[in-house]
């Protein structure tokens, strides 16, 4: 991918499109990137500029919410090269076209029209398990912090499944990590063993307790931690500045990683690829972090099979 690729960012108009849009002009101007500003029209403006079409040559419907931007955007937008975008179509299919060749989509949590209760709306979600590029996904209550460079930014959190994770997922990491010059904090999980009490028959109702929990298995720890490092080890030789944090956690990644995130800048995870079938989604630990991490979340792709 060409260091020029752009950044691209959907809006909406929406509170939660706006922090998306402030974040990605920080982050192209951070990869001295063109950003692309990229607007979905509403439904019943592309009938409306359909119907006009069809009677013959005509003016253009106005994108209201393109043009309203521009003029917020173009006073911050000093040495960014910026494009504005009016698509049709889908929301999903517009934005994930628009997206490709590109170096990153960042999107907001949720849109105009979303429920209050939904933390990451359908839109979001579906962009993160099938866009063609890493897809950022800026959540509303995002810390200040999280939208700036440098030491202030927080670290970057890594899931790193050992057998399953792409080193496409491990390089942004890295690169995120490299460019903010803060540290990479890895969280791997490692198998906890069913406690005895659930390998014997049941007791009768009367005797039952809750059966208590294992205790960390030394083991399962060095073994994790060694395996963790095995796998960082050619990254880290690459990314030499880069202070890595490793950690290993029992059974539930996706647990340590929320918590951790509320000091974090930037939370980076992997996107699955199903088995025998040539579709991509979001696998249960990006599916937890989108829904309740504190700081943007980086949905990364595995490269695309030739």
């Known amino acids: 991918m060409s260091e020029k690729s752009a950044v691209v960012v959907g809006v909406d108009g ?22 692309t500003v990229a607007h979905v029209r509403p439904e019943e403006l ?3 500029s359909a119907r006009i079409a069809s009677l013959g040559p005509g003016p253009e419907l106005p994108d209201t919410v393109v043009d309203a ?10 040495g960014i090269d910026v494009r504005y975008a009016s698509l049709d179509g889908s929301v999903v ?5 628009a997206a490709r060749g590109a170096r990153l989509l960042v999107v907001g949590s949720r849109g105009r029209g979303g429920f209050a209760s939904l933390l990451v709306g359908s839109n979001s979600r579906a962009l993160a398990a099938s866009a063609p590029c890493p897809v950022v996904v800026v959540p509303h209550e995002a810390r200040a912090a999280s939208l700036e460079s440098g030491a202030e930014a927080g670290r970057v959190l890594l899931g790193l499944h050992i057998e399953e994770t792409a080193d496409e997922v ?3 990491a890295f690169e995120a990590a490299r460019r903010r010059k803060v540290p990479l904090e890895v969280v791997t999980a490692y198998p906890v063993p069913p406690s005895p009490a659930l390998l014997i028959g049941a007791p009768a109702p009367a005797l039952q307790v809750p059966p208590p929990l294992p205790d960390e298995t030394p083991e399962l720890v060095d073994t994790t931690t060694r395996r963790q490092e095995e796998r960082l080890r050619p990254f880290a030789e690459r990314h030499p500045e880069v202070e890595v944090i490793p950690a290993v956690t029992p ?15 930037l939370l980076v995870v992997g996107r699955h690829r199903r088995h025998r079938v040539e579709t991509l989604l979001v696998g249960s630990v990006a599916h937890a972090v989108l829904h309740h991490a504190a700081c943007p979340v980086a949905v990364v792709p595995p490269a695309q099979k030739r």
Do not use: I, K
């Open 14 to 35: 929406s509170e939660h499109s706006l922090r998306a849009l402030e974040w990605a002009l920080r982050t192209a101007r951070s990869l001295e990137a063109p950003l």
């Open 46 to 48: 592309q009938l409306g």
């Open 69 to 78: 931007l521009a003029a917020q955007v173009g006073p911050r937008a000093e």
């Open 93 to 97: 299919d517009a934005l994930a076209e």
């Open 170 to 172: 491990v390089d942004f």
């Open 251 to 265: 059974a539930d990644a996706a647990a340590r990683l929320v918590e951790d995130s509320a000091e974090a800048g």
